[in-house]
């Protein structure tokens, strides 16, 4: 398509300035090309689209408060709206793989996972996925591996919340949220530990390698 931005301020590699931008056929041209449509963007600023490496807002379409809970096909389209309107056209949701029951549980994750691959080529923002694997959800391994022959491939990150909630370290004052997601009571929250100095193998790491 061809377009012509006019009186907008331009993020430029001297900074903004206030100018003209056209494009044609897709690509930023210096004349601007015939039929082109006009935008007036006056008073507003032209920007490239914004990457987000990584987000989780999609966690409040999904459950807004504990207790009440949306469809998540219905969640991932209105995260999908409020991303481009706020200038995102890439974006990688922060989907946790965790031992904890509810909002991020393994079952929340595949439930988002499918319905991200479902709509995809429906959303308006390049919609990814980065993976935050709790590492002593060591049970979850096979799915990790199977959901990192995704494509576009997921970014991952391995995590340990757990060291520092469950084990009163430096985000246990969060363990009151925490537990609301799980739809677990504090003292059922603190409970569900798992066995001590655990941590994923070498062998393990070897074979997340694997998918470089």
Same mark, same amino acid.
Not at 1 to 10: C, F, P, T
Not at 56 to 84: C, H, N, S, W, Y
Not at 142 to 152: G, H, K, R
């Given at each position: 398509?061809?377009?012509?931005?006019?009186?907008?301020?331009?993020?430029?590699?001297?900074?903004?300035?206030?100018?003209?931008?056209?494009?044609?056929?897709?690509?930023?041209?210096?004349?601007?090309?015939?039929?082109?449509?006009?935008?007036?963007?006056?008073?507003?600023?032209?920007?490239?689209?914004?990457?987000?490496?990584?987000?989780?807002?999609?966690?409040?379409?999904?459950?807004?408060?504990?207790?009440?809970?949306?469809?998540?096909?219905? +969640? @991932?389209? !209105?995260?999908?709206?409020?991303? *481009?309107? =706020? /200038?995102?056209?890439?974006?990688?949701? &922060?989907?946790?793989?965790?031992?904890?029951?509810?909002?991020?549980?393994?079952?929340?994750?595949?439930?988002?996972?499918?319905?991200?691959?479902?709509?995809?080529?429906?959303?308006?923002?390049?919609?990814?996925?980065?993976?935050?694997?709790?590492?002593?959800?060591?049970?979850?391994?096979?799915?990790?591996?199977?959901?990192?022959?995704?494509?576009?491939?997921?970014?991952? +990150? @391995?995590? !340990?919340?757990?060291?520092?909630? *469950?084990? =009163? /370290?430096?985000?246990?004052?969060?363990? &009151?949220?925490?537990?609301?997601?799980?739809?677990?009571?504090?003292?059922?929250?603190?409970?569900?530990?798992?066995?001590?100095?655990?941590?994923?193998?070498?062998?393990?790491?070897?074979?997340?390698?694997?998918?470089?």
């Amino acid at each position: 398509m061809n377009w012509h931005i006019q009186g907008g301020r331009i993020l430029t590699d001297r900074g903004l300035e206030t100018a003209d931008l056209s494009i044609a056929g897709g690509i930023l041209a210096e004349i601007q090309a015939a039929h082109a449509s006009i935008i007036d963007a006056d008073g507003l600023l032209v920007l490239p689209g914004i990457v987000d490496i990584h987000g989780d807002g999609f966690e409040r379409q999904i459950m807004p408060r504990p207790g009440v809970r949306f469809d998540t096909a219905l +969640a @991932l389209k !209105d995260t999908d709206r409020q991303l *481009v309107a =706020n /200038g995102v056209t890439t974006a990688f949701h &922060g989907v946790t793989v965790s031992w904890e029951p509810g909002l991020r549980s393994l079952e929340a994750a595949k439930q988002l996972i499918g319905a991200l691959c479902d709509l995809r080529d429906t959303l308006s923002c390049d919609t990814r996925v980065h993976l935050r694997w709790e590492t002593f959800a060591l049970d979850q391994m096979a799915q990790v591996i199977q959901w990192l022959s995704l494509w576009p491939r997921p970014t991952i +990150a @391995l995590n !340990d919340h757990t060291t520092g909630s *469950v084990l =009163n /370290g430096t985000i246990a004052r969060k363990i &009151g949220q925490m537990a609301e997601r799980s739809g677990l009571s504090r003292e059922q929250y603190m409970t569900k530990r798992l066995p001590k100095n655990v941590c994923i193998s070498a062998v393990s790491v070897q074979r997340l390698r694997n998918f470089h």
